[in-house]
């Protein structure tokens, strides 16, 4: 059973910093090349930060220096470091793989806001 399960979100001010991080089971994590979503009220799901299973990052242009995506394969896990964090930046963020199937995590909850 693949699940994928974030972690990390809350309230923060602007300006500020938050690691979110999803743990992955069920899948050869090592082989999986993983993906940070967010989506903010109203607005559609959007692709924020990808890292292959070689550990290559890729990051839309909204959030390119401010975050980092990284993996720790012995722990199954992806990691997003955000930074110099926004209000637009508040969102549900979701951890993706494509393992047979688009498989998601549940989501967590990240708000920039004074």
């Known amino acids: 059973q693949v699940q994928l399960v974030e972690s990390g979100g809350g309230l923060v001010q602007p300006g500020g910093s938050l690691r979110i991080s999803c743990e992955a089971s069920g899948i050869a994590f090592n082989f999986a090349d993983m993906d940070w979503y967010r989506q903010a009220p109203g607005k559609q799901r959007e692709l924020v930060a990808n890292i292959t299973m070689l550990g290559t990052p890729a990051y839309v242009d909204s959030v390119k220096d401010r975050f980092i995506i990284s993996r720790d394969n012995a722990r199954r896990t992806v990691y997003l470091q955000m930074n110099s964090l926004k209000p637009e930046d508040t969102a549900v963020y979701y951890c993706?793989?494509?393992?047979?199937?688009?498989?998601w995590g549940q989501g967590t909850q990240v708000t920039v806001s004074s």
């Open positions: 993706h793989t494509y393992w047979g199937l688009d498989r």
